[in-house]
């Protein structure tokens, strides 16, 4: 399109990645008006039929801009969000991918696994995996429902900051492994508990969202509230 | 307890893993009368004030009898679990254990540590990764807030299913980062295709549960119809 544009057009994008996406557009547009965004927001389903009103209230939206950004066209891109009701934050591309390695890409690429990992499982059938979900594996399948032709360009266009986050994993998993093989019960403790206090901050921080009947989210109240109980 | 029962008494009881407390239980009670139980119900929360009423209702409850178990002792705590709503099935005690390791004890093993590779990470700050949670890390924390004492109990007391299961799920999530380290775009895209489809299956089975306003779980209805667009 860019041909198409006035001079002084301001042009953003809402990708999953943003170093990637400046490197493909950097060639074909001026970047002084160009404003690298990524709403965090939205769920598993695509499509119009999936559509949420309100879906930008209170969430993040994360505005990447260079130093040769215009200070204005940035302003400008941050109040349309801001309109929508979206907090709009301002992060170097690189770190932006980084965060959105852990908190977003990482938990998508576990999702898809465990799930193809049961289905590849002998001895136990597909039909008692599903029939048991609800012990945990549940959670796990909601994001493994999203679109896999875009995922699988969110991992390849974030390549070094999902290939370092994943190496941790692994590393940190055969850590429990390890330990379970070895019962290590003391190991196993640390690391759970650690994990149940950080829980609690997610929870505080207001980020644990619930469906509610009309199909809209909102924000967990209940949790909250039990995360002050255990607290 | 053992001195204390009648001779004819029923023992059953709740624990996540059953071969282990087979094992435990065996030089204690008359075997004939003991009916190793699991209901598959339950959410991260414990203790008296996280009680749901209802929590047995249409969900799953697992009996694993013995050769050595008396007929009319499973009949008699099926009976009970029936009168509480739920659906009984029996399942050898090995066999449970096997599928529990897949459907609970890993995506549980996998929340813990997500959560801890995330506080972990250099140049990324708490702060961030809990204000970015919803695009996917929340999913897993939820579970991670689950009691430290129990999951350690089950992880040393379920260790070969589960040590089988920890291994596979390393292996196929490194065939993935191999994938994505090497731009093989049709793995990957093949692989969280089969995920989605099979996510599809779990929503269809009716074991995706959404939290209402009053705490209590509901059956995701809107979940199954989307479900239903989408195929």
Chains 1, 2 share one sequence.
């Not at 943003?18 to 499509?47: C, N």
């Not at 994943?166 to 379970?180: F, K, M, N, P, S």
């Not at 994990?195 to 949790?223: C, F, L, N």
């Amino acid at each position: 399109m860019a041909p198409g544009l006035r001079a002084d057009a301001i042009v953003t994008d809402v990708g999953s990645v943003k170093g990637k996406v400046i490197e493909l557009v950097a060639p074909h547009l001026d970047m002084r008006r160009f404003v690298p965004g990524h709403p965090v927001a939205g769920t598993e389903k695509s499509g119009p039929a999936a559509a949420i009103d309100r879906l930008f209230e209170n969430r993040w939206c994360i505005l990447a801009p260079q130093a040769v950004t215009d200070a204005d066209a940035t302003e400008q891109v941050a109040a349309l969000w801001r309109a929508l009701g979206s907090k709009v934050e301002l992060m170097e591309p690189a770190h932006h991918d980084k965060v959105l390695a852990i908190t977003s890409h990482l938990p998508h690429l576990l999702a898809y696994n465990i799930v193809n990992t049961a289905d590849d499982l002998e001895g136990v059938l597909k039909g008692e995996v599903l029939k048991y979900a609800a012990g945990g594996f549940t959670d796990f399948t909601r994001i493994a429902a999203s679109d896999p032709t875009m995922w699988r360009d969110v991992f390849l266009h974030n390549k070094t900051a999902v290939l370092e986050i994943v190496g941790r994993y692994i590393e940190d998993l055969t850590a429990l492994q390890r330990a379970i093989r070895w019962d290590e019960a003391e190991v196993l403790f640390e690391r759970f508990k650690s994990a149940q206090a950080i829980r609690r901050e997610v929870v505080r921080a207001g980020q644990a969202y619930k469906r509610v009947p009309s199909g809209r989210y909102q924000r967990d109240g209940s949790a909250r509230q039990l995360s002050q109980t255990l607290s």
